[in-house]
């Protein structure tokens, strides 16, 4: 497997913190972001559009720069970051992925919204998904670290991500809903396994593929769309499966997996 040392070279954020002690995965600032910039944007050139230009149209400098800092902490904002560089790739080809893509990766980076994911994916479609026992998630894995005021803050950013990826629908009473999944999210996810040390038919085993809510069968279909849309190399003989993801890593990150 991958050491932590290198799964952060990659982009991972690992540790306690994570934004979701102060904001949901912010979907609509990422949307209204990305339509001003490019792939090839440095995050010097995030900044300059978030603080500089204003084009989230925030009220405040203070405010500019608090979103900013988040947009930083979720999502990288840099494409010398792997799990950013692409994802941002994946954003442009395919609409329809960009909700479940946002998650992932901020799943990636917020050790806080990582905390509910067993939770959540083991609600049935059609559960009810109580904020307070999200509370009561947040406080058994860290005790007497928040305030009661606190833990609702954070049940209620982490209910609102889950929603804006489509896992819940509903605003005052959340229920669980399946997401939209697209090649896009599968070649992902496989990239992400990649990236943690997994290979051939153990991609299709981590729990990234966990989070696409699909059966082996659906996913296995969405990994050959994956491959004849040319995002990953996917061959499947005999039930032998291998996926390569050519031009991903440069030479450098493919050695980090190594160390």
């Given at each position: 497997?991958?050491?932590?040392?290198?799964?952060?070279?990659?982009?991972?954020?690992?540790?306690?913190?994570?934004?979701?002690?102060?904001?949901?995965?912010?979907?609509?600032?990422l949307m209204l972001l990305f339509e001003h910039t490019t792939s090839e944007t440095?995050?010097?050139?995030?900044?300059?559009?978030?603080?500089?230009?204003?084009?989230?149209?925030?009220?405040?400098?203070?405010?500019?720069?608090?979103?900013?800092?988040?947009?930083?902490?979720?999502?990288?904002?840099?494409?010398?970051?792997?799990?950013?560089?692409?994802?941002?790739?994946?954003?442009?080809?395919?609409?329809?992925?960009?909700?479940?893509?946002?998650?992932?990766?901020?799943?990636?980076?917020?050790?806080?919204?990582?905390?509910?994911?067993?939770?959540?994916?083991?609600?049935?479609?059609?559960?009810a998904v109580q904020r307070e026992e999200v509370e009561e998630l947040i406080a058994?894995?860290?005790?007497?670290?928040?305030?009661?005021?606190?833990?609702?803050?954070?049940?209620?950013?982490?209910?609102?991500?889950?929603?804006?990826?489509?896992?819940?629908?509903?605003?005052?009473?959340?229920?669980?809903?399946?997401?939209?999944?697209?090649?896009?999210?599968?070649?992902?996810?496989?990239?992400?396994?990649?990236?943690?040390?997994?290979?051939?038919?153990?991609?299709?085993?981590?729990?990234?593929?966990?989070?696409?809510?699909?059966?082996?069968?659906?996913?296995?279909?969405?990994?050959?769309?994956?491959?004849?849309?040319?995002?990953?190399?996917?061959?499947?003989?005999?039930?032998?499966?291998?996926v390569r993801f050519p031009g991903f890593l440069t030479p450098d990150e493919e050695?980090?997996?190594?160390?």
């Amino acid at each position: 497997m991958t050491s932590n040392e290198s799964l952060i070279k990659l982009g991972y954020r690992l540790g306690r913190s994570g934004t979701h002690a102060a904001r949901t995965m912010m979907f609509d600032e990422l949307m209204l972001l990305f339509e001003h910039t490019t792939s090839e944007t440095t995050r010097d050139g995030y900044r300059d559009e978030v603080v500089g230009l204003n084009v989230l149209g925030k009220p405040t400098q203070k405010s500019r720069l608090l979103t900013f800092g988040h947009l930083v902490e979720l999502y990288g904002l840099d494409p010398v970051i792997p799990v950013f560089r692409i994802f941002r790739k994946l954003w442009a080809l395919d609409e329809a992925a960009r909700p479940l893509l946002a998650l992932t990766l901020a799943m990636v980076r917020d050790p806080v919204l990582r905390l509910s994911e067993a939770f959540v994916l083991a609600k049935g479609e059609g559960d009810a998904v109580q904020r307070e026992e999200v509370e009561e998630l947040i406080a058994a894995n860290e005790p007497d670290r928040f305030s009661p005021a606190s833990l609702k803050s954070i049940a209620q950013n982490i209910n609102g991500s889950w929603t804006q990826a489509g896992f819940m629908v509903g605003r005052r009473r959340k229920v669980r809903a399946a997401p939209k999944v697209t090649p896009s999210n599968i070649t992902y996810a496989l990239f992400l396994g990649h990236l943690e040390g997994l290979s051939g038919q153990r991609l299709f085993s981590s729990h990234w593929m966990t989070l696409l809510c699909s059966s082996p069968d659906e996913l296995e279909v969405l990994a050959n769309s994956a491959s004849h849309r040319g995002q990953i190399v996917f061959l499947n003989a005999g039930g032998v499966k291998e996926v390569r993801f050519p031009g991903f890593l440069t030479p450098d990150e493919e050695q980090w997996l190594h160390e």
